[in-house]
């Protein structure tokens, strides 16, 4: 206990009344190492505080973007076809669905939906394989449990995407089929292209011979006629001699040749030189007739010569069209054949990556996860700040100090500030370490954007802290702002997917303007004059919380 | 009329306080001089916090104005800041830190020399008694502990005036009892002590001038004698007496000066206005004289509770 002797030491050195100035930096930094030392001294705070980035990251790391596995399945099989078991058995070796059990009814395969143990039922039902094998579509039926929302979409997508991977093959193997049935008929038409193409050939060879025997018939028609004239000159001299016989006999006064076999035969008994000349004149008559039926007989074989070369002519003009035709069928019968080979991926992507290769999803993802950590670290953590010290009354004995108001505000701020800078830089790190995720940009730059952005972000947790007078109030209003924000930024769902008046009120969220600045020097590899933009509204993001504080921050009690 | 000077820590000249429709504290005039322990007693909701924030610049009055200090309430309000210490009803301080820790806090924002700090702190903590305690966290303190490095935090920038606002409610007796010992010790090495409570036997045994306030008026002001005599109250001298008469109680009244005697059964009640030195070697000597047992023998002192319901009882019939 005190006595006499402690009491010059409790009222010497008076204070002398001090002048507040707006900043002050002893203090400034006096408020930031008592914030500091106040989170050390209450682990329960400080170490989710901590541990909160790295779980964020671990969460978007290994569970955002991943592929659902093991979906509980089972199968009701009404078909019993060969088309059936195999549909089953590529099922089985599926990895999102994880097929637990086969049933024989539908029934049955609901009551284990309602058990729960099951999410999706496949049924294929009876008929199916023929109707795939008759070439027709056919309908696999999927149940799915709505009741889970988050695995009934992704079930969903899953179950059609495995049926038109099947649809795919089935196209594939009849499409197969068609190009070896046009392989087949392009080898018979070739075969009757072969045979057809000789008609020109044929068709030279008839008409050649057509006009060989067109010169042999005018040569024989010639000779023929030459011939003829002779016998006719032959006959003509000899009956001429006959006549000039039978004149010297004085027996026949008048003949006509007509009546000259008959006075041939009158004459024969006259004398041999008129048998022999009638004889004659009739062998040469007989001659003539002989030419004649003879060239009567030609002239029809000629004629039916030239009509049957003009047949053969005609038949061959014919089959060289039906050999251009099939010449043209069997080129579209390749071409059929070749584009079934070709039809089942007819265009493919190939990905042109603009920032790098064999960067992961998670890069991309790190910028707006980033910012949101940063936006909810700093509108959910100054609770204490300004609320919770007016609230437990050690504000008090500050307004008591010489302290202004700037000074408290921006003390406070200040240290949230470097706890967020710190928290990020926490969150990269394992980023990095984790995940192997690599940071194009320079790294003062990146803190820089950290750093801006986090003053108004503070500054949003400043404005609520000074507005509210207990901590509870506080994360009332907290939530309402940060929530929104958190679906806002495009970590979990993309803005474009969201409707128009969302994506408008993204615009004004200063979380848009920091994940498109951190993207722009993480991912992109900007140096910081590039985002001019970007940090510029983050500066003026700053600047209207901070004069927001300004305005709301009382210091009366009351 | 700031002045520095002047023999009164603080003056209050018609201070009132309103929120809205309510008034809080009502035209508010009184002095406390230098050195004084003063204490501002009344119920809950008299007032008596509201005043003590108008008078530590935390609130502005709506009207009146006020000199703490010699300097000028609303217009001298750092000076007056860099005068004053502070003991709030709450702890105020930070339960994640230790006395240092919180003290360095104080010291910094105060713009103090940290090597006088350093040594106030240590002479402070020494005083309160917690030096032992110095780097523990005061979250561990028991509510006793915690309103000493209250105190403690209250002093450190050498104030002339502490303001105690209900400092021992919720403490355990040994704890009230040992922070009442503090602020008279304080008190007595010079340092105007403004100390707030409602409870009355608290106020009586270590407020030399107290302050009655009720619905945010001041009803009374004066020592505890004087609110007591003011009152008109008296002593009660309570005997258990194994037999008496009207006789032996009338010389009893006559012996003791006293305005009345009553009886109930074996008890004797003597009031009496004045309480004499001899009186109970009167009182004894006589009865042994008489042959009169005693069985209880009891002297109890004028309440100030009983001032206070006199007081504000008096104000309505008024």
Request: glycine share 8%; with cysteine; aromatic share 8%.
């Amino acid at each position: 206990m005190a006595d006499k002797k402690e009491q010059p030491a409790l009222t010497a050195q008076l204070h002398n009344g001090a002048v507040e100035h707006a900043i002050d930096l002893r203090k400034i930094w006096a408020i930031v190492l008592k914030n500091w030392m106040v989170m050390k001294g209450d682990k329960v705070r400080l170490i989710p505080l901590i541990m909160m980035p790295i779980v964020m990251i671990i969460i978007f790391g290994y569970a955002a973007g991943g592929i659902p596995k093991h979906i509980p399945a089972a199968i009701v099989d009404y078909d019993h076809s060969d088309f059936s078991s195999s549909v089953v058995s590529q099922m089985s070796g599926l990895d999102i669905f994880s097929i637990k059990y086969f049933v024989g009814t539908q029934d049955e395969g609901k009551a284990l939906m309602d058990k729960g143990e099951i999410k999706v039922l496949f049924i294929i039902p009876q008929g199916t394989g023929e109707r795939v094998a008759s070439g027709q579509s056919a309908n696999l039926d999927v149940m799915v449990d709505e009741s889970d929302s988050s695995v009934a979409s992704i079930a969903k997508g899953s179950a059609q995407s495995f049926a038109a991977q099947l649809s795919s093959q089935i196209t594939a193997q009849r499409l197969t089929a068609i190009s070896a049935m046009a392989v087949s008929g392009r080898a018979d038409l070739a075969a009757a292209s072969a045979t057809s193409s000789s008609a020109p050939a044929a068709q030279s060879a008839i008409s050649s011979s057509q006009r060989a025997v067109a010169s042999y018939w005018t040569n024989a028609k010639y000779v023929n006629s030459l011939s003829s004239a002779q016998t006719s000159a032959t006959i003509q001299g000899l009956q001429n001699s006959l006549g000039y016989m039978v004149d010297q006999n004085e027996i026949v006064s008048s003949y006509t040749p007509a009546s000259l076999s008959t006075a041939t035969l009158s004459l024969l008994a006259t004398g041999d030189n008129q048998q022999s000349v009638l004889q004659s004149i009739g062998s040469y008559q007989g001659l003539a007739a002989a030419q004649g039926m003879l060239m009567r007989d030609a002239a029809g074989i000629y004629a039916n010569y030239q009509q049957a070369a003009a047949q053969a002519l005609g038949q061959s003009k014919a089959s060289q069209v039906s050999a251009r035709f099939i010449g043209s069928a069997e080129s579209k019968f390749s071409t059929i054949s070749a584009s079934a080979a070709q039809a089942t991926n007819p265009v493919g992507i190939q990905f042109v990556e603009p920032y790098g290769y064999g960067r992961k999803g998670i890069d991309f993802l790190l910028p707006a996860i980033l910012a949101m950590t940063i936006f909810q670290g700093a509108t959910m953590g100054l609770g204490r700040a300004i609320a919770g010290e007016r609230k437990d009354g050690s504000l008090t004995r500050v307004f008591l100090t010489p302290t202004s108001n700037v000074t408290i505000i921006l003390g406070t701020q200040i240290f949230y500030l470097m706890l967020e800078v710190v928290r990020s830089c926490l969150l990269v790190l394992v980023a990095i370490m984790l995940f192997g995720v690599s940071i194009t940009g320079n790294i003062t730059d990146i803190i820089f954007i950290i750093a801006i952005f986090a003053m108004g972000c503070t500054g949003i947790g400043m404005v609520l802290s000074v507005m509210t007078k207990t901590q509870d109030q506080y994360m009332a209003l907290a939530m309402m702002i940060s929530l929104p924000s958190m679906f806002l930024s495009g970590v979990f769902f993309p803005v474009q997917t969201m409707p128009p008046i969302l994506q408008g009120l993204a615009q004004f969220l200063p979380i848009t303007y920091a994940a498109d600045a951190l993207r722009g020097i993480m991912v992109k590899g900007f140096p910081a004059y590039l985002i001019m933009n970007d940090i510029l509204l983050l500066l003026l993001f700053f600047a209207i919380t901070f004069a927001l504080t300004m305005v709301f921050f009382k210091r009366e009690l009351a | 009329m700031a002045n520095p000077q002047s023999p009164y820590a603080i003056e209050c000249m018609g201070i009132t306080r309103k929120f809205g429709s309510f008034t809080a504290v009502d035209n508010l005039t009184l002095r406390v001089k230098k050195g004084e322990l003063f204490g501002f007693l009344g119920p809950n909701g008299a007032g008596k916090t509201t005043t003590i924030n108008m008078l530590t610049t935390l609130i502005r009055p709506t009207e009146g104005k006020a000199l703490v200090a010699g300097f000028d309430l609303a217009e001298q309000g750092a000076l007056v800041r860099s005068r004053i210490g502070v003991v709030p009803q709450s702890f105020a301080l930070f339960e994640e830190l230790t006395p240092i820790e919180n003290l360095w806090y104080l010291g910094e924002l105060y713009e103090m020399d940290r090597q006088t700090v350093a040594k106030r702190t240590e002479e402070l903590l020494k005083i309160v008694t917690l030096y032992d305690k110095k780097d523990v966290q005061s979250g561990t303190f028991s509510g006793g502990m915690k309103q000493r490095l209250s105190v403690a935090a209250g002093l450190l920038h050498s104030p002339q005036i502490l303001f105690m606002d209900e400092p021992t409610t919720g403490l355990d007796p040994q704890s009230r009892i040992a922070l009442r010992e503090l602020t008279q010790q304080l008190n007595q090495t010079g340092i105007t002590v403004i100390y707030t409570t409602h409870d009355m036997d608290e106020a009586d045994k270590i407020c030399q001038r107290i302050a009655i306030m009720d619905h945010g008026k001041l009803k009374a002001l004066g020592t505890s004698k004087e609110l007591k005599e003011y009152a008109g109250h008296s002593h009660k001298i309570i005997l258990e007496l194994d037999h008496h008469d009207g006789k032996l109680l009338e010389e009893l009244k006559k012996l003791t000066d006293a305005i009345s005697v009553t009886s109930e059964g074996k008890m004797v009640e003597l009031r009496v206005k004045k309480l004499r030195h001899d009186v109970v070697h009167k009182l004894t000597d006589y009865l042994y004289r008489h042959d009169v047992e005693v069985g209880e023998f009891n002297i109890s002192e004028p309440t100030l509770e009983e001032v206070f319901i006199t007081v504000t009882k008096k104000e309505l019939r008024d």
